[in-house]
C-alpha cells in the first residue's frame, strides 16, 4: 500500500504529519476524522459528499476484478469499509454486475459487520441482458439484491444505465427509447419498485444514465409521477462544457445538471475522474496546478469541482487503494469550493485536453516502416511534446491570447519541419492502415494522422 500505509500509521497512532506530497502526487499526513463535508437527501438523509463507489475493488491477484480469474480481498475490503466510515463516508454505491457479480456480496459482508444506520447503501436494477426483461425476472434481480447486501431495505434503489442500446431476445438491435421502455416501462418494474418505495423498502428511487439524452429528457419527463429522489451523472470539468460522444454521452453534464436542479432532485455524479484521465494530467496542466496549490493532488481538483456545486449530493469514487481513499477523504474533509479564477483554470484545462489528447504512442516502431514514409512515431511524438509542454492553441483562442497562440503556433510548426521533414509528414499518409495491426497501443494511426493533419493546416 506504499505511502498509504505511512498516512494511516499516523492516524491510528495519533502522530500529525506536516503534510508533504508523494511522487504520485498525493498529500500524506493527517486524514481528518469529523471533518467529512455532509449534503442532506431528499428525506433529510446526512450524505457525505464522498461516496464510497465498488465497481472494482481490491483482489487478491492484485488486478482490477475485470479479468476472468480472481478473488476479491475480503479482508483489504473490511479494512477499507471500515476506515472510511471511521473517516465520515456514509453513502457506498454497487450493483448486481459489478466485480463479475461478487461486489454486492462483497459490501453485504463489509458492511453487515456495522450498525444499519451507519452507512446507506445504494444499489442497482441492473437487467440488462434481453432474458431478464421479464417482470418476473428482473424482481429475482431486486431481491437477490437484498440478500447479498444482507439488508431487509435499501436507501437508493437505480434504474441502472438508462440511455443505453441492447438487442432483443431475437437479435434485433433496439434503439435507447425502446430498450428503456423493454427494460422498465413495458414491463412494470418502474411501477414494481415505486410500490416497494410506497412499502418503505425502497427509501430513494432514482435512474442512472449514460447514453441518449433522449432517454434522460423523457425520464425527468415523468416526474411529475414518479417523483425521482436522485439521479446518477457522469460529471467532471471536462464533461461539464465538452462531453465527448466517445465517452459514452451526447450532452454536457451542465445541461443535465440544469435540468436537474430545475426539478430540484439531488444528484450523485460518477467517473469525477474522467475514467482517470483527470488523476494524471499532462506537464503543462500539471504545473499550472501545482502552481495554485503545490500539496494538492491533481485529482483533488478534479473532485473539488464536481463537489462544489451545491446540488451534487454525492460523489462516488472507486478506491481500490488506501492512498485514494485517504486523499479523496482530505479533498472533502472539508470541501473548500472553488473560487472563479480555480473554474476558469479548470474550464481552461478542460479546453486543451479535449481538444488535444495525447496520442499514447511508446515510440516502439513496430509500425514502421511506412509504406509511404510517414515518420509515424516522430509525428506522434513532436506533437505529444507539444501538448505536453503546453505549447498548442486553436485558431478560436487567438483573440482571447494572441501571444500564446502565436507562440504556441510558432513552436508547432517550426518544431515540425525541423524534427519531420516535409516528405514524411501526416499530410503524406493516404490511411492505407497497413501499420494499424502492428501497434501494440492500438492506436488508429491513419485518425490520428488526420486528426495531428488537421490542426497543422488550422495553424497554417
Ligand atoms: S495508414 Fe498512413 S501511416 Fe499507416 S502505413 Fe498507411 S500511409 Fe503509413
Ligand atoms: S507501433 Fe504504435 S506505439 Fe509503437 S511507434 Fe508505432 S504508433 Fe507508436
Not at 70 to 86: H, S
Not at 193 to 220: C, P, Q, T, W
Not at 392 to 401: I, M, N
Request: aromatic residues 8%; proline residues 5%.
Amino acid at each position: 500500500m506504499g505511502g498509504g500505509t505511512v498516512a494511516t500509521a499516523a492516524v491510528l497512532t495519533g502522530c500529525k504529519q506536516a503534510p508533504t506530497a508523494t511522487a504520485e502526487g498525493f498529500a500524506q499526513g493527517e486524514v481528518p476524522t469529523d471533518k467529512m463535508t455532509y449534503r442532506t437527501g431528499k428525506h433529510g438523509e446526512k450524505i457525505s459528499l464522498l461516496g464510497y463507489g465498488c465497481m472494482r475493488m481490491p483482489t487478491i491477484e492484485g488486478n482490477s476484478g475485470r479479468e476472468n480469474n480472481f478473488e476479491l480481498d475480503q479482508e483489504q475490503i473490511n479494512r477499507l469499509t471500515d476506515y472510511a466510515i471511521e473517516h465520515g463516508v456514509t453513502l457506498f454505491d454497487t450493483a448486481p454486475p459489478y466485480c463479475k457479480g461478487r461486489s454486492e456480496h462483497a459490501m453485504g459482508i463489509a458492511l453487515s459487520r456495522h450498525p444499519r444506520d451507519k452507512y446507506y447503501l445504494s444499489s442497482k436494477m441492473s437487467n440488462f441482458p434481453p432474458n431478464t426483461w421479464s417482470r418476473e425476472e428482473s424482481i429475482k434481480i431486486y431481491h437477490n439484491t437484498l440478500k447479498e447486501l444482507q439488508i431487509d431495505y435499501i436507501d437508493f434503489m437505480m434504474l441502472h444505465a438508462i440511455g443505453g442500446t441492447s438487442k432483443d431476445l431475437s437479435g434485433r438491435e433496439l434503439s435507447p427509447m425502446e430498450v428503456f421502455e423493454a427494460r422498465f416501462i413495458n414491463n412494470g418494474i418502474l411501477d414494481f419498485l415505486m410500490e416497494e418505495r410506497e412499502k418503505g423498502r425502497i427509501r430513494n428511487l432514482g435512474f442512472s444514465y449514460h447514453g441518449d439524452v433522449k432517454v434522460f429528457d423523457r425520464a425527468l419527463d415523468m416526474d411529475d409521477t414518479v417523483h425521482w429522489d436522485h439521479v446518477l451523472i457522469q460529471h467532471n470539468y471536462v464533461d461539464w462544457h465538452h462531453e465527448a460522444v466517445e465517452q459514452g454521452g451526447d450532452a454536457d453534464s451542465e445541461y443535465m445538471y440544469n435540468r436537474l436542479a430545475e426539478k430540484d432532485i439531488p444528484i450523485f455524479v460518477m467517473e469525477p475522474l474522467l475514467g482517470g484521465t483527470l488523476a494524471t494530467l499532462n506537464d503543462a496542466a500539471t504545473k499550472q496546478l501545482k502552481q495554485k496549490d503545490p500539496q494538492a493532488s491533481i485529482a483533488s481538483w478534479a473532485f473539488r469541482f464536481a463537489g462544489s456545486q451545491p446540488r451534487i449530493l454525492t460523489v462516488l469514487s472507486g478506491m481500490t487503494y488506501m492512498e485514494h481513499l485517504q486523499d479523496n477523504i482530505r479533498t472533502y474533509s472539508p470541501l473548500k469550493p472553488l473560487n472563479d479564477d480555480e473554474y476558469a483554470m479548470l474550464e481552461s484545462i478542460a479546453h486543451q485536453l479535449s481538444n488535444f489528447p495525447t496520442v499514447p504512442c511508446t515510440g516502439c516502431q513496430y509500425c514502421m516502416p511506412c509504406p509511404y514514409g510517414i515518420d509515424i512515431p516522430g509525428i506522434f511524438s513532436h506533437y505529444n511534446k507539444c501538448v505536453n509542454e503546453g505549447n498548442v492553441a486553436l485558431a478560436d483562442d487567438a483573440d482571447a491570447d494572441k501571444k500564446a497562440y502565436r507562440k504556441a503556433r510558432r513552436a508547432f510548426l517550426v518544431g515540425y519541419d525541423h524534427k519531420v521533414p516535409r516528405l514524411r509528414q501526416a499530410d503524406h499518409c493516404i490511411s492505407c492502415g497497413a501499420c494499424v495491426h502492428k501497434c501494440p497501443q492500438k492506436i488508429d494511426i491513419p485518425a490520428q494522422m488526420k486528426r495531428i493533419n488537421g490542426y497543422v493546416e488550422e495553424l497554417s
